[in-house]
């Protein structure tokens, strides 16, 4: 995973981890260690809300969730 990618694309939309959670309807916590890689990964249903929350392209989500 990308996560300098998703962090600037969550830079530009004035969001934060715990916007995103509340957004994915997960805990600040989940989302820091999805982004850091420790241990969990987005589940595909959240890969898709990222996708749609930030407009996201198919080549930007495969760029930062599949790099």
């Known amino acids: 995973?990308?996560?300098a990618l998703l962090r600037s694309v969550m830079i530009l939309h004035d969001d934060?981890?715990?916007t995103?959670?509340?957004y994915l309807g997960i805990?600040?916590?989940s989302v820091s260690d999805k982004i850091n890689e420790k241990g969990t990964?987005?589940?595909q249903s959240e890969i898709a809300a990222i996708k749609?929350?930030?407009s996201l392209t198919d080549?930007?989500?495969s760029d930062i969730f599949f790099n």
Do not use: D, G, W
């Open 16 to 18: 934060t981890n715990r």
């Open 27 to 29: 805990t600040e916590k």
């Open 41 to 43: 990964e987005f589940k």
């Open 1 to 3: 995973m990308n996560k």
């Open 59 to 61: 080549q930007q989500v």
């Open 52 to 54: 749609k929350r930030y």
């Open 20 to 22: 995103l959670a509340a």
